[in-house]
């Protein structure tokens, strides 16, 4: 069965008195209407098409060619806005799905279980007019009701406005999920009526069906997967539960989390087994953790790669890359460009930008590395600082192997260090340092031949 999707956008988003519009506000690191998108494009393999409205030119360069696009110019209700898609939906198409964008928590497996059902009844002999989903809610306040006969088959759905004191009473209702025969659907959109509001409404379609003697098949799901977002509050839970679920599906896959709670990791997140994520810890991006490495607690990690068995322990990891068992914390900051080979260790409140540490190189105690090459091995002492800026453009410092700086050095680039040079504590280093010399001092000389060069 070929399936085509249409998911409605067009909304102005009035309550979440934002600039932005509704459907752009991110979850998890993605754009409310990416999480719709994904759901729809899962069931059918086709990109959806998407009716934007309000702010529409910031969700269609968003989308891109992820998703068709058409314009509703007009808030006229969801059925109108069905009218604007119809004509784009591709003509081979057996059903129309139609969700809502602000419906992040709806599933590829809950929208499955509303084309079975459709599928169920249409191999059974009576191909309904369409399927929807359905939850049934102590609270029903905001939804249309599903009004049914005594025999049980749905009748209509009665928006709430539209609701007789006993109808306002009832508790199944509409979630706005629906799968439509494509055939039935074309062919009777136009005959939605004008609704006392001045809007047409999708849910009139049941009413038509229902007429024309058509089945209409009803799909009960959870409230959760279907619960839609109209404000802040409700985009805070919606994103509690997509972080719940995110966490659990690494937990399943083999991850440790020790506090599911208060752990928040994006949906573009990898991580391998035997990884322990600690509590407090935000993963963030385009980002991968490798295979037991111990992330936290209280680290943060952006749009970076943490290779196998490395550790980070309450520091900031920004655009970097860590290589098989290095570490960094606590307090530390890698920021972009930086690279730590293996085995490398950064200790307290170490900062490395644009830079390469080569395995086994070791920064115990505050420090800044920028725009610089570390060679294997060397040791970085307290305090050490590459001056890498003079006020106008960026410089860079290469630092050999086995070299050995002293706490305090200053390394005022652009210089360059050999393989084994040396430097005393607090020596400003203007000048490049031959392989196994050892400076020292403002500025930083070579030190006159030296009585005994062993240490
Ligand atoms: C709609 C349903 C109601 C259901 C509820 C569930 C109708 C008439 N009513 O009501 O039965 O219980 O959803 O949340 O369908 N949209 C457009 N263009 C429009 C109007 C709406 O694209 O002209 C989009 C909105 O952006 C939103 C969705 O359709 O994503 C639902 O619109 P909304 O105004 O929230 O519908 P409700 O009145 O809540
Ligand atoms: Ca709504």
Same mark, same amino acid.
């Given at each position: 069965?070929?399936?085509?999707?249409? /998911?409605?956008?067009?909304?102005?988003?009035?309550?979440?008195?934002?600039?932005?519009?509704?459907?752009?506000?991110?979850?998890?690191?993605?754009?409310?209407? #990416?999480?719709?998108?994904? %759901?729809?494009?899962? /069931?059918?393999?086709?990109?959806?098409?998407?009716?934007?409205?309000?702010?529409?030119?910031?969700?269609?360069?968003?989308?891109?060619?992820?998703?068709? +696009?058409?314009?509703?110019?007009?808030?006229?209700?969801?059925?109108?806005?069905? @009218?604007?898609?119809?004509?784009?939906?591709? #003509?081979?198409?057996?059903?129309?799905?139609?969700?809502?964008? #602000?419906?992040?928590?709806?599933?590829?497996?809950?929208?499955?279980?509303?084309?079975?059902?459709? $599928?169920?009844?249409?191999?059974?002999?009576?191909?309904?007019?369409?399927?929807?989903?359905?939850?049934?809610?102590?609270?029903?306040?905001?939804?249309?009701? /599903?009004?049914?006969?005594?025999?049980?088959?749905?009748?209509?759905?009665?928006?709430?406005?539209? +609701?007789?004191?006993?109808?306002?009473?009832?508790?199944?209702?509409?979630?706005?999920?629906? +799968?439509?025969?494509?055939?039935?659907?074309?062919?009777?959109?136009?005959?939605?009526?004008?609704?006392?509001?001045?809007?047409?409404? $999708?849910?009139?379609?049941?009413?038509?069906?229902?007429?024309?003697?058509?089945?209409?098949?009803?799909?009960?799901?959870?409230?959760?997967?279907?619960?839609?977002?109209? &404000?802040?509050?409700q985009l805070a839970h919606a994103t509690a539960v997509l972080r719940r679920r995110i966490v659990e599906q690494h937990m399943l896959a083999g991850v440790t989390v020790i506090d599911p709670a208060s752990t928040y990791i994006e949906d573009t997140v990898a991580i391998e087994a035997d990884a322990t994520i600690w509590p407090g810890c935000h993963l963030m991006g385009a980002t991968v953790i490798g295979r037991r490495a111990t992330?936290?607690?209280?680290?943060?990690?952006?749009?970076?790669?943490?290779? &196998?068995? +490395?550790?980070?322990?309450?520091?900031?990891?920004?655009?970097?890359?860590?290589?098989?068992?290095s570490e960094i914390g606590p307090f530390g900051h890698l920021r972009k460009g930086a690279h730590l080979g293996e085995n490398v260790h950064i200790g307290n409140f170490g900062e490395v930008k644009n830079s390469y540490l080569g395995s086994g190189a070791k920064m115990g105690h505050f420090g800044y590395v920028g725009d610089a090459q570390i060679g294997a091995n060397s040791n970085i002492g307290a305090g050490t600082v590459t001056?890498?800026?003079?006020?106008?453009?960026?410089? @860079?410092? *290469?630092?050999? &192997?086995?070299?050995?700086?002293?706490?305090?050095?200053?390394?005022?680039?652009? *210089?360059?260090?050999?393989?084994?040079?040396? %430097?005393?504590?607090?020596?400003?280093?203007?000048?490049?340092?031959?392989?196994?010399? $050892?400076?020292?001092?403002?500025?930083?000389?070579?030190?006159?031949?030296?009585?005994? #060069?062993?240490?």
């Open positions: 069965m070929r399936i085509a999707n249409v /998911i409605l956008a067009a909304g102005f988003g009035t309550r979440m008195k934002s600039e932005l519009p509704k459907v752009m506000h991110p979850l998890l690191g993605r754009p409310m209407i #990416d999480w719709a998108v994904r %759901t729809a494009t899962a /069931i059918s393999g086709q990109p959806p098409v998407v009716v934007v409205g309000h702010r529409r030119e910031l969700v269609e360069a968003h989308l891109g060619s992820r998703a068709r +696009c058409v314009v509703q110019t007009e808030l006229l209700g969801t059925g109108h806005a069905v @009218q604007q898609a119809a004509p784009v939906v591709a #003509d081979a198409a057996d059903v129309v799905i139609v969700t809502y964008a #602000d419906m992040p928590l709806l599933r590829a497996e809950t929208l499955q279980t509303l084309v079975d059902a459709y $599928l169920a009844a249409a191999e059974a002999g009576d191909r309904p007019a369409l399927a929807m989903l359905t939850v049934t809610r102590d609270d029903p306040q905001g939804f249309g009701r /599903i009004v049914r006969r005594a025999t049980g088959e749905i009748q209509a759905i009665v928006e709430e406005a539209d +609701c007789t004191p006993a109808q306002r009473a009832i508790k199944e209702l509409n979630p706005g999920v629906y +799968c439509f025969d494509a055939t039935w659907l074309r062919a009777n959109l136009a005959a939605i009526p004008l609704s006392a509001k001045g809007e047409y409404y $999708l849910t009139d379609m049941v009413g038509i069906a229902v007429r024309q003697g058509r089945r209409v098949v009803t799909q009960p799901a959870h409230f959760e997967d279907v619960n839609g977002i109209n &404000d802040r509050v992330i936290g607690p209280f680290s943060q990690v952006v749009d970076s790669r943490i290779g &196998d068995d +490395c550790r980070v322990v309450y520091s900031v990891v920004e655009q970097a890359r860590m290589d098989a068992h001056c890498n800026f003079d006020g106008a453009r960026k410089h @860079q410092t *290469v630092v050999g &192997d086995d070299v050995f700086l002293g706490s305090d050095t200053l390394l005022v680039a652009p *210089v360059t260090l050999g393989d084994g040079a040396r %430097t005393g504590a607090g020596a400003v280093v203007t000048r490049d340092v031959a392989p196994g010399a $050892l400076v020292y001092g403002v500025p930083a000389r070579a030190r006159p031949t030296p009585p005994d #060069d062993t240490h």
